[in-house]
């Protein structure tokens, strides 16, 4: 049952309420072993926290920044700021030195804490950029500080100032005077197409946005819920707090490249995630399908279409599935579908909210098939995560993006815009009074800038307003539609569309390099490099041939006509993904301007 309190006591009410039960799993930085820590022992830090931030003179509502990648360290210190009333501002770990500074100079802060290596070197090559930036306070105790610097301390020694609890009257007082108007974070938004903008957050948004989730989702207090994204992300902020909330463990992840091989160890049973996740997932089985023979091959298919049937035709429509097919799940459940769920260590699964981008039929239909219950959502930072998602014990429909959740009052405005008012929307950016004068309409409601309509209770997005492309024949193209339509593929790993005033679409895409690679040595195809690989024709041959297949459900004017394979991914270093690996249409634009002009030439 969930704990509803102010977000500074969280903490300490689960402390009572669970004691020694494990409240997180985690690893220390660039260790292999799991440990454990109780509900108790993480209030006792927590209040450390707090303490030693007193000590270092914090004040009510001041900033104070986090870049790190995702650790236990980092969220003791969330809840220590809160217990304070500071406001946490969190940096994505692989956030660039300009990213930070700018960051850092617009919010004032003092103090930031800081994960690793890569994070210290970055926090303190800009420290002199950075009029206000006094203390450096490194989580990793393996961190080589710079040579003369006097400022910066380490995570255990800055635990020292809280010694004897010093300031905990202090802290207790401030306790008594935390309200619902306070900020708790300023989350600045990565930003595909201009400078960052810090979405400001109150604890009454929380409180709000963890009520109407927890009488949606099912999550429970024997839940196991992994971090799959940077706890900076506001979808995984929002859903480990629910997490918390509802006394689940929550199990860090502090290396994402090692997501899986963390799932395996630790089993979850929970864990958000972006579609592009299931989409390898899919490719993966896919491929194993394709390699399969015979009753194999058979069998396993089979066990798919009994899984589609089950799950989708009966359940997702809220009816009972009949007896016979009931009998054939349990078959298939127990002989194959649970083998594919226990390669991935979900041998308990639960529920998997999945939201960020656009989410194909496809990998949808096959998660569920699966008997993973994927929970399809759709919400922005400016809402506090979680404006729609699929809810509990209601029917849903492929392709939506579930329900709204109480409180949200949605509108559909011009352009099809999908307009929110509620007490999980934002109120506005920090110290940003032009913008704040633009996203709201006159009547109060947020305009997201996504295009949709609502049917039956259910939201569906159409495109993102901005990113609409006008090709030079006068039709409209909905990018993201396209491009999630070709990454179910498993040799293609990132894609962009082009058509904007052009006469049809076309693509860049990466391919999955390794794959491809393996397709050509099967194939008796040599190649010299990367380069003479993307360009052979029998590859190219095969590409295509895969992508007519997979557009067939586009109108003409929508499909991909012409197409380049590029030998090295987009990057955040070359400034084409965000901090959460969306694509900066106009960065990539940019780059590959010659190739993109070579596929119009006739």
């Known amino acids: 049952m969930q704990t509803r309190c102010h977000l500074s006591q969280l903490p300490y009410e689960q402390a009572r309420k669970y004691g020694d039960r494990v409240a997180f799993v985690y690893h220390d930085f660039g260790k292999a072993l799991w440990k454990e820590m109780s509900w108790k022992v993480f209030a006792e830090d927590v209040r450390r926290v707090s303490n030693a931030l007193l000590n270092l003179g914090v004040r009510v509502q001041e900033n104070i920044g986090v870049f790190s990648q995702n650790s236990i360290q980092y969220i003791c210190t969330d809840f220590g ?30 103090i930031i804490f800081v994960g690793e290596q890569e994070q210290y070197d970055k926090a303190r090559r800009v420290q002199m950029l ?30 020292k100032y809280a010694d004897g609890f010093p300031r905990q009257s202090e802290v207790e007082t401030l306790w008594k005077q935390a309200n619902d108007e306070d900020l708790i ?107 399969a023979t015979g009753m194999q091959k058979k069998l396993f298919l089979a066990a798919l279409e009994t899984g589609r049937r089950y ?46 981008a656009r989410v194909s039929e496809e990998v949808e239909t096959f998660v569920h098939s699966i008997g993973i219950c994927m929970i399809v959502g759709y919400g922005l930072t400016e809402s506090l995560a979680t404006v729609s998602a699929d809810h509990k014990d209601k029917p849903y429909t492929i392709g939506s993006v579930g329900r709204p959740i109480s409180g949200i009052d949605i509108k559909i405005g011009d352009n099809d815009e999908i307009l929110l008012k509620g007490p999980t929307i934002t109120k506005g950016y920090y110290k940003r009074d032009d913008l704040n004068a633009e996203v709201f309409t006159e009547d109060g409601y947020f305009r997201t800038g996504d295009a949709g309509y609502v049917r039956n209770g259910e939201l569906f997005l159409t495109d993102r307003i901005k990113d ?9 193209i909905a990018p993201q539609a396209v491009e999630a339509k070709l990454l179910v593929d498993k040799y293609v790993e990132q894609v962009v569309v082009i058509a904007d005033e052009r006469k049809f679409v076309s693509a860049l895409i ?34 295509a041939d895969r992508i007519e297949t997979l557009q067939q459900g586009l109108a003409g004017y929508e499909q991909v006509k012409r197409f380049r394979l590029l030998t090295k991914p987009f990057t ?31």
């Open 510 to 543: 990466v391919p999955a390099y390794s794959l491809l690679e393996e397709y050509a040595r099967d194939c008796g195809i040599t190649y010299g490099n990367r380069e003479d690989l993307c360009n052979n024709p029998k590859i190219l041959k095969m590409l």
């Open 311 to 356: 799950n989708i035709e009966y359940l997702a429509r809220g009816k009972r599935p009949p007896l016979t097919l009931m009998l054939k799940y349990k078959i298939a459940n127990n002989t194959i579908l649970s083998l594919v769920r226990k390669q991935l260590g979900l041998e308990h699964p639960n529920i998997f909210p999945t939201a960020g």
């Open 81 to 110: 700021a809160y217990g304070i009333r500071a406001v946490t501002i969190p940096f994505y770990a692989t956030s660039s030195e300009e990213q930070i500074q700018f960051v850092i100079n617009d919010a004032d802060i003092r």
């Open 185 to 291: 974070n300023i989350l600045y938004t990565s930003g595909t197409s201009g400078a960052s903008k810090g979405v400001m957050l109150t604890y009454g948004q929380f409180q709000a946005a963890l009520k109407a989730n927890d009488e949606c989702v099912m999550v429970r207090e024997n839940d196991r819920v992994i971090t799959f994204l940077p706890i900076t992300h506001i979808f995984e902020r929002g859903w480990d707090m629910l997490a918390l909330s509802e006394g689940a463990t929550l199990i860090i992840n502090t290396d994402p490249h090692r997501i899986q091989q963390s799932m395996r160890e630790t089993h979850p049973t929970c864990m958000s995630a972006v579609p592009r996740f299931w989409e390898k997932v899919y490719a993966g089985v896919q491929e194993k399908i394709d390699k």
């Open 468 to 476: 609409l492309y006008k090709t030079s024949n006068g039709k409209y």
């Open 130 to 159: 950075c009029p206000s930036l006094e203390r450096i306070i490194i989580y990793d105790s393996n961190v080589v500080k710079a040579a003369h610097d006097s400022s910066s301390i380490y995570f255990t020694d800055f635990l």
């Open 572 to 602: 955040m270093e070359n400034g084409e993904l965000t901090n959460t690996l969306k694509t900066r249409r106009g960065v990539i634009f940019k780059n590959y301007a010659k190739l993109i002009d070579e596929m119009y030439m006739d």
